[in-house]
């Protein structure tokens, strides 16, 4: 990265990444745990570009109330059920809830996200079903 | 050539002016709201659109070179470590008990 | 043009600190640090560009992988009271 290709620095590198090696190995075999992560790189990029859309809408919202005199008091927890099966993709969608100003995910419960959000109206949950149908849609195309 | 130059600057300017904007924002709703989760909401401005303008600026003023590709790897893990952190607290704080407008209404 | 990132990022470390003083709970304080770095970690790498050397980007990225490491651990440290032991450890000990 640095444009400097010394003999000492290369092989410092390569015994670095030798250490890893040798630590991930043992890591793998103190549990059998393995990732399987499967989706379709395209529409992760078109996911990636709506949900960046959806982060500067929010983001102008969330200034206005800054920016506004009045302090917010209209905010509460909601209840938001999620549809994804694999442990990657629950991470996704909550990791997009947090992403958009306004909601974060506070707690993760078998069946739903406890979510806390900022200015509560009733649209909100509409919009956050949409986002996990689209994330669903994400991991179906995924399996195929 | 010169007019190209030109017109990157320009849109570098205006990226890093709106990143700088956004950023100021989000400190000064940190220091302004009177209760942790309004916080942690006015925190996520600054944590999402304030880092990738400025940072997309800086890369439109470097070019192709591997400066933009060291501030890809740095946006790319601020992506991923930011709501990780930002839900670790939340968790923590939701856990210990901190409730939205228990201040608010012993104030 | 960098400059007036640079000073702004300097106007927000500005309000963050104050938090960090005035803030009533430890999760406000925590809050404040983690903010506080990625501030550090763009103005570090505005820094650099405004000095015309941008190799000060890799100190920058070391600065954002140690502020979430630091974050995590001192959440962490508040909900156990312990930082090196597993969860299996943790959970013996509990029950």
Request: charged letters at 15%.
């Amino acid at each position: 990265m640095s444009g400097i290709f010394n003999p000492l620095l290369i092989i410092f590198g390569l015994s670095s990444v030798c250490c890893v090696m040798i630590i991930i190995n043992r890591m793998y075999k103190a549990d059998n745990y393995n990732l399987k992560i499967e989706f379709n790189p395209l529409q992760f990029l078109y996911y990636l570009s709506w949900l960046s859309f959806e982060i500067v809408k929010a983001n102008l919202k969330v200034t206005k109330i800054i920016l506004s005199k009045s302090l917010p008091n209209n905010q509460r927890f909601l209840k938001v059920k999620y549809s994804q099966n694999s442990d990657f993709f629950q991470v996704v969608f909550a990791n997009s809830i947090t992403l958009t100003p306004g909601t974060i995910s506070t707690e993760t419960e078998p069946e739903y996200f406890l979510i806390h959000a900022l200015d509560y109206n009733p649209a909100d949950i509409d919009s956050l079903n949409k986002m996990d149908l689209r994330v669903t849609k994400l991991e179906s195309g995924g399996a195929k | 050539m010169d007019s190209l130059s030109f017109l990157f600057n320009t849109i570098s300017w205006i990226l890093l002016s709106s990143g700088s904007f956004f950023i100021i924002t989000g400190a000064y709703g940190i220091y302004k709201f009177p209760e942790f989760w309004s916080r942690l909401q006015a925190s996520s401005v600054t944590d999402s659109l304030g880092v990738y303008l400025i940072l997309l600026g800086l890369a439109v003023q470097s070019g192709f070179t591997f400066v933009t590709v060291k501030l890809v790897i740095i946006g790319l893990f601020l992506f991923i470590t930011g709501p990780t952190s930002t839900h670790a607290l939340a968790n923590a704080a939701f856990i210990s008990g901190l409730r939205p407008g228990e201040k608010l209404e012993s104030n | 043009m960098f400059l007036v990132a640079t000073i702004s990022l300097l106007i927000g470390m500005m309000l963050v600190l104050v938090r960090l003083f005035l803030g009533p709970t430890v999760y406000d304080r925590v809050l404040a640090v983690n903010t506080f770095g990625t501030h550090t970690v763009l103005f570090i790498g505005v820094l650099g560009f405004l000095m015309g050397r941008p190799d000060f980007l890799d100190i920058a990225l070391l600065y954002a992988l140690i502020n979430f490491v630091g974050t995590i651990t001192i959440l962490k440290f508040f909900k156990y009271r312990v930082i090196g032991d597993s969860h299996r450890d943790i959970e013996e000990r509990n029950g």
